[in-house]
């Protein structure tokens, strides 16, 4: 086994996914990698399993991410420990290092990211250091291909001969260990180096060593004392070998600019906006449009009409006609979409802006008690919320981890993009931009309520560190950003050919046969699905859409939220040809007769409730071993009564909005907000003492 | 007569050294700062603020760091 270690956003991914070939997803972020990634290779006939893992910046993890990696160095069984640095900060890259070598492990160091302004002697590094020390630009293939042959080859043998030992000249730490020699020590190879840690009161160690601070009397200053005169050890290593790094990483002009106080939001609001412009409408429609030309029109009438002339049995033909291509292939038709938001999300976070958005945010997101890494979470949400409960583990308290994972599902992501644009696009035209931006903030707004309410209450979170590196800016890679569209196409479509696929069928299935197994549209009466539906539609009566189809298609959707738009479109048999597929949508809706009846106020609901309801099953499966059973059972509850309330609120304000205007709504909710705001204000007038009203104070009696 | 006083009520755009850490701080945090080079003497320059003052962002030791108020009230300079 090949560990990859090192400080965060140095590399390690990068190298990753260029020495194994794989497509691991990076960032120029801090908290990329979350989880370990393992692949094996095969080289020469040998194999190999490279482990990327989580950054570090010393052997004392400080997050939920960090103990991974710990973990996995301490107890793993590996050959070689490969450590990533990067050539920009080397000085603190290095502090990592040199616990790894007091392991006696075996060691080598990478440097990444070398140019030209970076000087340095690798052959006088590697002597004061004790450890082979290779350069490498992860991003050029010749260069890793050298670079994997030296790896594999230094796998074999140990070259690190140094190993840490308490030794009588350090009197404090020798005595020490001497009183810990009651406790578990025996069988521990890197004993010495935990009881380095415990002494310098790290509870990790001393929990692995199964003591703590008041057992035995500690020096508050030999931390301080050990770290500096590590340091001293890494500058004069670096001395040696001439080493120089002109600028200041992380430092940037433009940072004048996004960091501004008042200028940050409007950017980042501007930026959003943008984002959702080019994927929802412009270069997004146009795209899907084509592709559901091609896959409906072109394809799918072809395949239809080719199989009509050769089977007799009309379910099957109806089935591919309907189930297939009309069901999966609505799905896959939002793919030009799926695949831009991600890649604009790419673009955030190449550049290095996540970062700065972490730090704007941060005072906000830390009266919910989350913190500015938060922001992480949000983001990856609009791609797919299964990815982004696993950001959650950049947390440094427990309960800021349950609320951090808390808020992924709470994201309008990729999946939810083809409810809005159909069921939006259908009753509002140009104007469903403003409502899918009203239905990003509204996941956005509750998420944080729920953190609100929760930090004061169950959740309370302990004081956390928001200590981040900001990373340079750099140029956004064309290719990765390539790589990681063409990924998320990849990723979506086999879920579409596995799971949606399947699902879509079994849909059309129950949608198209009775209890007694016959064809509806030959022998007429109610489907499966149509039965199931009545029994639960009539719960949706108070939110406006209670028809067996929305309730079956809200059904078929905790499964997989895609395809709750495809159930709609074969539920109301949406013509094939898709000259106006949105115009053929929206007159179906508005056929009573139809399965799925909606009108403007009903579809405005029927979003928000696919906002909030439920998540998938896939992130389901991913909160349970993030945050536990029982609080992924409650916030699935949670969501669904904040998913009716909030649908009947909305579909009745819309209703009071039509019959009586917008602009007397818009006074009517005015004169009731000046109203709750006078009535706090004078029960807050009330509390004054009655016994000494001069002294205007609020009585504690 | 030097002037102590903590990180926290630095001034953007300002350069200081630091003069020692707080007791009262968390071990945890604590560690972290040192791992990251906050020790006496370093130089350390408040290059900006969030929005409500909250966060620090500082350049110390070639990089640029965020640090909480909280974290920067544990560090005395001069």
Redesign the interface.
Known sequence: MILLVGNPNVGKSTLFNALTKSNEHTGNWHGVTVKEKEKQISVDGEKFEFVDLPGLYSLSPNSFEEEVSVNYVLTHDKSLIVNVCSSESLQKNLYLTTELKMLGLNVIVVINKMNNKTIINIKKIEEKLGLKVLLCDANDKKNVQKIKKQIIKLSKINNNNYKYEINKNNIELYNYKKMLQTFETKGNSNIDFFILKSYCQDKFYQNKLKMNNNMIKINDNYLEKEIKERYNYINSILNYSAYHQSGVVGKSKIDKILLNKYLCLPIFLGIMTLIFYLTFFSIGAFLSEQLRYFLQDVVGENVVKFLSERITIVWIVDLVRYGIFGGVGTIVSFLPQVCLMFLFLGVLEDCGYISRLAFCFDDALKKVGLSGKSIYTLLMGFGCSTTACLTARTMTDKNAKIKTAMLAPFMSCSAKLPVYIVIGGAFFGAGNIGIIVLLYLLGIVLSLCLSMFFEKTYLKSSEQTFIIEFPSYQKVSVKRIINLSFHSMLTFLSRVGSVLFALSIIVWILESFSLKFEYIPLVGGKSMLQNLGEIISSIFIPLGFASWGTASALLAGIVAKEVIVSSIAMFNNVSNKSENFLGSVSSSFALSSSAVFLSPASAISFMVFCLLYCPCMATISILNKEIGKKWTFILIIIQFVMAYLCSFVVYNIYRITEKIGILTMIVAVLLIFILVVSLTKFLKKKKVCSCCVNCKKICHK | MKNFFLLSNGKIGQEYNIVS?C?DI????????????F?CGEKIHI?????????L?I?I????????K??AGCVVVE
């Open positions: 850490m007791k968390d071990i945890k945090t604590k560690t972290r700062l040192f791992e990251l080079g020790f290059r900006a603020t969030s929005i409500t003052g909250g966060v962002l350049e030791k070639g990089s640029m760091l965020t640090i909480r909280r974290e």
